[in-house]
Structure formats: structure tokens, C-alpha cells
């Protein structure tokens, strides 16, 4: 019998065996592993970035998954000091274990942490051993809409720059979950992007898997409900989704907003809806079958991202389709809006205009059939673009040919 390709698969931010969040390693991982051309291990943080807490011994030790806990310090806020110290601590030892573990065919690494990631580069150059990236998120430039001045931006984070391009440049393939980030790295690889085909997998989600969950019970007679669900941080334009429901719902008798999520906002966001007289159903982080179960019940998603953003292709998009629902957006960055376009699975509108906004959640409450279209539009471009089971069949034959 020919022998399994041994993986290693390299990710600060994934779900451990107590918490169920929807994530590309993990699932990457099973699938992998239920494959019986390979086997393969996930090496990952001791310290939960969802929950902002170590892991359990337990969860670490049960056996079940070839999972791979590495000490990572932690960190309390997401944009801070602490973080890039915590995040360098794990590459170091992420590096410790590569040196003492027996050598993997082929390593697949995630993009961020650049800690992380530059360890598993120098560990494919000094060993021989090919690394994959696969690209999450763009650092530095995710933090650089934090900083009021452009220019001072680029020039404080230049060495992090630096860093993901030594990265990009010396990577042997390349996966990206959108068309924008896999051209990132192609522009730092003067001298080899010829040579390289750069593959784009969307995050996507387990279509059976979410077929399977059962919708929670719909919303009143005659009302809408419309639903965000995701981190609330400063990349996802809230505030101005409120202002649209006050313009479009003074009296809040015609739509029902859930927001279903956790982050750094939250409590400013609750303020902000209770200033202004908006009712918000606040559900906070829930697990992920929850959150199916209320996409499914809903009627309209909303995706707004701020002006200025990177955020390129992210998992609430592949939520939304799978449960059919069309979706009200502000992203301008990064392919989404080009996809709504195509599919006609949606309404797209220049970032922060809440009057715009308004007027999309007005027409689709007033055009249940129009609503009805742009749902089962929404769900045919899940199925083509963010069925796991169908789109991450590119990674296992990227790991079987290289």
C-alpha cells in the first residue's frame, strides 16, 4: 500500500475540541484525515483568540483529532502591543516544534501570523520541505485603518510589510481566500510569478452540514427580519446600519435587526442603538449551529464593511449564501461585490451610505418576490463558489502534486 503524504498544517486561529466554530484548518484537517492518501497533523495556539483564554488540558489531550497544542502567551485586546509579542512567541515555538518533529511531506501554513508563517518558510528552506501559505487576512494593512494618517501608517508598519513580503517571495504555492489577496503576494514574486499558479479557495462552509440544522422560528407576521452575524469591530460599518433602520423603520414596526456576534464594539453599539431609538435583538457570540439556525430564519443579510477596509472574502459570506439569503453590502474591496453583481444575489452600496442602505432594506420588505429571486440567487453562488466539500477539493490536489 502506498504510503499517506504526512501534512502539517500551521494556524494560530482555529477551533479546539471545546469550541465549535466554523474553521478552514479544522475542517481541512478532517478532511484530510478521512482521505487515505494522507495524514495529517494541525499545530496550532495554546490560547483561544475567540475566547481570549488558554485552552484546557483537556481539550489539548483526549486523542481524538491530531491536533497539536503550542504555547502561545495570549493577549487580552486585539490591536495592541501584547498581540505582535504573543504572536512572536508562538513562531518561536512553532519553530521548536518543526526542529524535533519527524519531517512532513509537505507544510500548509496560515496567513496571519506573520510569526507564524515566517518560522514555517525558514523551516521549509533550511529542511526541503515545500510550504504552502494560504492567506487569510493582509497584515499589515488590516491595522492600517486604525491609523488617521495614511503615510504614518505605511511607514509604522513597514517592517511588518517586510515581512509578509519575504514570505510571499519564498513560499513554493500559494492558496488565497480571494482573487485580492492572491495578487498581493504575485506582486512581490517578481521573479517567480510566471512560474506559479496562484489558487483562490473561498473560506466557504459545509453545505450538508448546514442543510442539516434547523432554522429557528421565522419572525412576526408582517415583519422582516434582517440579520448581521460576525465580529463587531471597527472594520464592520454597525453604526451606519443603525442609521439606516432609523431612516427606513422610524417606529421599528416593519423589520426586526438581529445581531448576532461578538468584539471590541459591542458594547458602543448597543449605545449607539439605544440613543437612537433602533430595537436590536443582541444575541452576543453563539455557537455555530445557532447562528444557522437564525440565518435560516431570516430574510435579508447585511454585510457592511467600512470604507477603506481589506477585508476581501470572509465567512459570513459563505453563511449568507448557504442559508439563500440576499444580502444588503458596503464592502467595495476585495471581489464580493463583483459576486453579488454577477448573481444578482444581492444590493451593493458605497460604504457608510446609510441612506442608500435604507432604501435597499425598504425595497426588499416591500418586493417579497424580488426578496424571494435574489434568496435562490444567493444560494446558487454558494453552491458554485463556497461549498466546501467541492471548493477545498483544489488544496487536496495542490497537496497531492506538489
Known amino acids: 500500500m502506498k504510503q499517506r503524504k504526512d501534512i502539517l498544517i500551521a494556524a494560530n486561529f482555529t477551533a479546539g475540541r471545546d469550541e465549535k466554530i466554523n474553521n478552514r484548518f479544522n475542517y481541512l484537517l478532517k478532511m484530510l484525515n478521512a482521505d487515505e492518501r494522507f495524514k495529517a497533523e494541525l499545530v496550532t495556539s495554546s490560547f483561544s483568540h475567540t475566547k481570549k483564554r488558554q485552552r484546557s488540558q483537556l481539550a489539548s489531550s483526549d486523542g481524538k483529532e491530531s491536533i497539536t497544542y503550542v504555547h502561545e502567551p495570549g493577549y487580552k485586546k486585539n490591536v495592541s502591543l501584547k498581540r505582535f509579542y504573543s504572536h512572536y512567541i508562538f513562531g518561536k515555538n512553532v519553530t521548536r516544534y518543526l526542529e524535533k518533529r519527524a519531517k512532513p511531506d509537505a507544510v500548509y501554513c496560515a496567513v496571519p501570523s506573520l510569526s507564524a508563517a515566517s518560522a514555517c518558510i525558514k523551516y521549509g528552506s533550511r529542511s526541503g520541505v515545500p510550504v504552502i501559505l494560504d492567506i487569510q487576512d493582509l497584515w499589515p494593512e488590516a491595522f492600517q485603518i486604525l491609523i488617521p494618517f495614511q503615510a504614518a501608517g505605511k511607514l509604522l508598519f513597514s517592517p511588518l510589510r517586510q515581512t509578509a513580503n519575504r514570505i510571499y517571495q519564498n513560499a513554493d504555492q500559494i492558496v488565497a481566500v480571494s482573487e485580492v489577496y492572491g495578487e498581493r503576494a504575485r506582486e512581490v514574486r517578481t521573479s517567480k510569478k510566471d512560474k506559479m499558479e496562484f489558487l483562490t479557495v473561498y473560506l466557504g462552509t459545509d453545505f450538508e452540514y448546514f442543510d442539516q440544522i434547523r432554522a429557528k422560528e421565522r419572525s412576526p407576521e408582517g415583519k422582516c427580519r434582517v440579520i448581521y452575524a460576525g465580529t463587531i469591530g471597527h472594520n464592520y460599518d454597525l453604526r451606519m446600519v443603525i442609521d439606516a433602520f432609523k431612516l427606513a423603520d422610524p417606529d421599528n414596526s416593519k ?148
Not at 344 to 358: K, R, S, Y
Request: charged share 25%; aromatic share 8%.
Open 255 to 402: 423589520f426586526e435587526f438581529i445581531v448576532m456576534g461578538d468584539g471590541p464594539m459591542l458594547d458602543d453599539l448597543k449605545r449607539y442603538a439605544e440613543k437612537h431609538e433602533v430595537k436590536v435583538g443582541f444575541t452576543g457570540r453563539a455557537p455555530y449551529e445557532e447562528t444557522v439556525a437564525m440565518l435560516k430564519s431570516a430574510d435579508i443579510g447585511i454585510n457592511s464593511i467600512v470604507k477603506g477596509s481589506a477585508v476581501s472574502i470572509i465567512n459570513k459570506h459563505a453563511d449568507y449564501a448557504a442559508a439563500g439569503l440576499p444580502v444588503i453590502s458596503t464592502q467595495e474591496y476585495g471581489g464580493y461585490r463583483e459576486l453579488l453583481h454577477k448573481y444578482n444575489g444581492g444590493l451593493t452600496f458605497p460604504a457608510g451610505d446609510a441612506g442608500g442602505v435604507a432604501e435597499g432594506l425598504l425595497t426588499l420588505f416591500s418586493d417579497p418576490d424580488r426578496r424571494k429571486l435574489m434568496g435562490e440567487n444567493s444560494r446558487r453562488m454558494g453552491e458554485e463558489k463556497f461549498n466546501r466539500v467541492k471548493t477545498y477539493e483544489k488544496i487536496v490536489q495542490l497537496l497531492l502534486e506538489i
